[in-house]
């Protein structure tokens, strides 16, 4: 499958993006664990992405669309792939559009995950994430606690909550969503690519992907 993943941050698009790529192999390509990894490894992408992340802004476009340009050459995105967190502004759309033509590839269709603000801010606030970055597995204390020492349940590391899931942060990346992101659910509409799905659980949501999918011309 070709998709992308639009929705509020804590919207569960991780989650769905993981569930879908179990389905036929298609990668999971998420531009915000791309940016921590490399914050974490201090590649020159990651020195200049990390304030912006902090606050919760978005990292500019030219480094998004660089780093994104290589993501989808690698060749084991022949299989598919999920956008999981990209592309996040109009121009980040258009550039998509003309770097996918320029790989001869076209998308199945662009899934927006309608959530409510409440349920939003409770997800963020309570979100718990791996500190491995080739896990960063993500966990809820509510929902889908880590192990009881605050580990991970699948790589043993300890599970922190990220930088920019403080209060202050999580208001800017909301209004940021408003500004520069929702945008897309109209501009993907009017290109006939849009589906939406309101469901309350990823399981529920991944199953009415599957069967748009399966009914797509
Ligand atoms: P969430 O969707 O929960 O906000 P992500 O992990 O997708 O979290 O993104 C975390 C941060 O990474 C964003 O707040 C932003 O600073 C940066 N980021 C991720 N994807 C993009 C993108 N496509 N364009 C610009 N910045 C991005
Ligand atoms: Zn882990």
Redesign the pocket.
């Known amino acids: 499958m070709r998709i992308i993943l639009l929705?509020?941050?804590?919207?569960g698009?991780?989650t769905v993006a993981k569930l879908l790529s179990q389905i036929d192999g298609s990668v999971h390509i998420?531009?915000?664990?791309?940016?921590?990894a490399a914050i974490k490894e201090g590649t020159e992408l990651g020195m200049k992405?990390k304030a912006?992340?902090e606050?919760?802004?978005?990292?500019?476009?030219e480094?998004?669309m660089l780093m994104?340009e290589d993501r989808l050459r690698r060749p084991d995105t022949d299989k598919g792939f999920i956008l999981?967190?990209?592309?996040?502004?109009i121009p980040?759309a258009e550039a998509l559009e003309g770097l996918l033509k320029r790989l001869g590839k076209e998308l199945d269709f662009v899934a927006n995950l309608e959530v409510e603000r409440e349920v939003i801010i409770d997800r963020?606030t309570t979100?718990r994430t791996c500190s491995n970055p080739d896990c960063q597995e993500i966990y809820n204390v509510k929902s889908n606690p880590p192990l009881p020492d605050g580990t991970c349940r699948k790589c043993g590391s300890p599970t922190v909550q990220?930088e920019?899931e403080t209060e202050e942060?999580i208001a800017n990346?909301l209004a940021?969503?408003q500004a520069k992101t929702a945008p897309l659910i109209d501009y993907y509409a009017r290109k006939g690519l849009l589906k939406n799905y309101r469901s309350v659980s990823s399981a529920e949501t991944v199953e009415a992907v599957k069967r748009d999918l399966t009914l797509r011309p």
């Open positions: 929705g509020a941050p804590g919207a698009k991780g998420s531009t915000g664990d791309i940016l921590r992405a912006y992340m606050r919760g802004d978005l990292v500019p476009d480094l998004v994104m999981d967190g990209f592309p996040r502004t980040q963020l979100r990220r920019d942060a990346r940021t969503y």
